[in-house]
């Protein structure tokens, strides 16, 4: 815990991947639009009794000031790419690993409690 009582786990990072070219992989220069991710969510629904999924939605806002987004700008390098079903990769990860009789980290479900009250430190190291 910090001073103020509120339990310390890492922030979340995550990495966000278009296939822009449509040949199945996520290697192309404008593929990682980490940078240029101004937010998204993420909602699925997985049913524990039957183990039925839903689709995901993936929900992504993007800086696009130089419109390099926009279908109708030929000028973009993504021009004659920018089309509906490209595949999307979203890595993240959430380190809240808590191991039971260690200050900090007590595994009990892997996910924090809810209405506790968190304070989110960076991770030095890159994701």
Same mark, same amino acid.
């Given at each position: 815990?910090?001073?103020?009582?509120?339990?310390?786990?890492?922030?979340?990072?995550?990495?966000?991947?278009?296939?822009?070219?449509?040949?199945?992989?996520?290697?192309?220069?404008?593929?990682?639009?980490?940078?240029?991710?101004?937010?998204?969510?993420?909602?699925? #629904? !997985?049913?524990?009794?039957?183990?039925?999924?839903? %689709?995901?939605?993936? &929900?992504?806002? =993007?800086? +696009?000031?130089?419109?390099?987004?926009?279908?109708?700008?030929?000028?973009?390098?993504?021009?004659?790419?920018?089309?509906?079903?490209?595949?999307?990769? #979203? !890595?993240?990860?959430?380190?809240?690993?808590?191991? %039971?009789?260690?200050? &900090?980290?007590? =595994?009990? +479900?892997?996910?924090?409690?809810?209405?506790?009250?968190?304070?989110?430190?960076?991770?030095?190291?890159?994701?």
């Amino acid at each position: 815990m910090d001073t103020t009582g509120r339990r310390r786990v890492s922030e979340a990072k995550w990495k966000l991947m278009v296939d822009w070219g449509g040949e199945g992989k996520f290697s192309g220069d404008d593929d990682d639009i980490t940078a240029a991710t101004l937010g998204f969510s993420l909602r699925h #629904l !997985r049913d524990l009794g039957s183990e039925y999924i839903d %689709a995901a939605r993936l &929900d992504i806002r =993007l800086a +696009n000031a130089d419109h390099k987004y926009s279908p109708p700008n030929g000028k973009s390098d993504l021009s004659g790419n920018l089309e509906p079903g490209r595949k999307v990769w #979203l !890595r993240a990860a959430f380190p809240c690993d808590m191991f %039971a009789g260690v200050a &900090d980290t007590i =595994l009990d +479900n892997h996910a924090p409690d809810y209405g506790e009250s968190y304070v989110w430190s960076s991770p030095s190291s890159d994701f």
